[in-house]
Structure formats: structure tokens, C-alpha cells
């Protein structure tokens, strides 16, 4: 492999464009079932657009490249844009992979890019049982039953459904102390995170330590694995192409270490807003979402955040 100061355009042959598909999300009065139809156009079209670029401008893909390898990789190299690319997981069935665009050589060198259109969005959306299960898997340890209520009942939806009588207390105490938030958790089934302080406070504690203490597998869950099974099918660095500020790039292993340097001196809290409905993350932050329906986690990206840590 050729040095990095030596490396140049020789060291791109003619590439192939290969498979293109996608999904992403946007907000502009239209409603949901049209905003997602626009979300995954607006995607591929952006993955597809940067794939045709770093196909094109060498010394783009020379930046990404040299964030992994020490060096350019030689020979030929072929992209693949498949923002939708359905891979194996971790529990025997298949999940979508977190790389929007591959970049793969003769030699077996590859590079998965987790591409970013916006400054702010959807980096990673999982159901409580799932997300679990996850952490459960990498960390080889169960989750305190203390964490499991404290995100359960924060989350809510039918994940509140173990834990009825905790959150009619809670939401009883909230109507008298608090009856704007507690009309909000009413109508979502789930608890802010005032109430849980106030009302579950070593729950809400535990769980508050459990994101302090796994943040650089949750960072890495959120923008590199998900519940993919294989190495493979993990990205390696998350670009924001459509940023144009100097940084705009961020390999994924020195998130993750930046992440957990961040929460020994800025730990995890709750947002401020509505009694709290997120947990705010070095990289984001973490909220409720339902798409389908039901409540699921969704963390969410931030550049902002992100380009400071």
C-alpha cells in the first residue's frame, strides 16, 4: 500500500457505480405516510449524488479513506450506494445495516460511510425489547430490572404494560402537581422524566448511571452496529455531506471515545422541555417516538454536538 503523503489519483482506477437504494426523513406539512415516501426519495438521491461525487473527486474519498487506513488501498476500487440494504442480525433474522455508501477493494479493504443529509435526524430507531437485547448481547450481562422500568416507563406504549400500577400512581401524583406535563404523558402513556425523579427516583437514577455508564456501546450501536451480526455490515464513519463547515466527517471509533470522554465531564441529563422527553447524549439525543403506532426509541443525531466533542 502506497503512503499517505505519496497518495494521488493514480490510486483511483475507474470505479463502479454499484446498487442504489435508500430511506430518510423531512418535515413540510405533509403527512406522515408523505413525508416518509419523501424521506426515502430525498435519501437515495443523496446517497446515490455523494457515491457519483467520491466516484469522481478522489481527494473527497482520499479524506474518508485516511480516517480509517493508514494509506491509500491499492487497485481498483468499486462503490456501492444501498442506503436500505437488509443484512443479518444478531438475532437471527435481518436488520437494515447502518452504511449508506461501501467503498470496497481487490485487496478486501472496505469502508462503510453512514451518510448525513441534514445537521440533526433519525441516527437510530429500536424498540425498548430490542435495544436491550442488544446491549444484553455485546455486554454478555443483564440489564438491572431498576434500568429496564426506568426506560420502559419513559418510553411507554405497551412497554408500560409490566409496570400499569407504577405508571397510574406516577401519573396520578403528576395530574394534581403538574396537569399540563401530566395531559402530555397521558395522552403518549409514558412518563417524563420529572415525574420518574420525582416519583421513581432510584429507578430513574439507575437508569440515568446505565447511559453514563455504556455510552461508547450505545454510540456505537447508534451510528456504526444497530443489530447487525457481522463486522461487515458496520459502518465506519459518519460524513454529513451536505455540511460544508471544515469538519464534516467523523470516524466512528473516535466518536465513540469522545463520546465517553464527554459524559465523565458533561454526564447524561433530561432535556428541559415538556418535564422532560429526552435524554440529551454527547452525540444528540435519545426520545420517544412511535411510527408505527407504537412507542419505540429513537436517537437522534446532532452535528452540533457532534462537532464539538
Request: aromatic share 8%.
Amino acid at each position: 500500500m502506497e503512503s499517505a503523503q505519496n497518495s494521488n489519483n493514480e490510486n483511483f482506477a475507474k470505479p463502479n457505480l454499484g446498487s442504489e437504494r435508500r430511506k430518510m426523513s423531512d418535515k413540510s406539512g405533509r403527512n406522515r405516510s408523505e413525508g416518509w415516501s419523501h424521506a426515502k426519495k430525498s435519501g437515495h438521491e443523496n446517497e446515490t449524488a455523494y457515491g457519483k461525487i467520491i466516484a469522481s473527486n478522489h481527494a473527497q474519498l482520499n479524506d474518508v479513506v485516511l480516517s480509517k487506513y493508514d494509506s491509500i488501498p491499492d487497485g481498483e476500487y468499486e462503490i456501492e450506494v444501498d442506503g436500505n440494504k437488509k443484512v443479518p442480525s444478531i438475532f437471527d433474522d435481518k436488520t437494515t445495516s447502518k452504511i449508506d455508501v461501501e467503498v470496497f477493494w481487490p485487496s478486501g479493504e472496505r469502508m462503510g460511510v453512514s451518510l448525513k443529509k441534514s445537521s440533526g435526524g433519525q441516527a437510530w430507531l429500536v424498540t425498548v425489547p430490542r435495544f436491550f437485547a442488544a446491549v444484553e448481547h455485546y455486554t454478555n450481562s443483564k440489564i438491572e430490572e431498576e434500568v429496564r422500568t426506568g426506560v420502559s416507563l419513559f418510553i411507554g406504549g405497551a412497554n408500560v404494560d409490566s409496570y400499569e400500577d407504577m405508571f397510574t400512581d406516577a401519573l396520578k401524583i403528576d395530574k394534581k402537581a403538574n396537569p399540563i406535563m401530566a395531559i402530555q404523558e397521558a395522552r403518549q402513556r409514558r412518563l417524563m422524566a420529572t415525574s420518574l425523579q420525582k416519583n421513581l427516583p432510584k429507578i430513574w437514577d439507575k437508569t440515568i448511571d446505565f447511559f453514563n455508564e455504556n455510552i461508547s456501546l450505545i454510540t456505537e450501536l447508534t451510528f456504526s452496529k444497530g443489530a447487525s451480526l457481522n463486522d461487515a455490515d458496520c459502518a465506519d464513519v459518519v460524513v454529513y455531506n451536505k455540511i460544508t463547515k471544515t469538519k464534516n466527517f467523523f470516524p466512528i471509533p473516535e466518536l465513540v471515545k469522545k463520546a465517553e470522554e464527554k459524559v465523565k465531564i458533561s454526564p447524561v441529563v433530561a432535556g428541559t422541555r415538556n418535564g422532560g422527553s429526552t435524554l440529551i447524549l454527547p452525540t444528540g439525543n435519545m426520545q420517544m417516538h412511535r411510527p408505527s403506532g407504537d412507542n419505540q426509541m429513537q436517537f437522534r443525531h446532532e452535528y452540533a454536538r457532534i462537532s464539538l466533542l
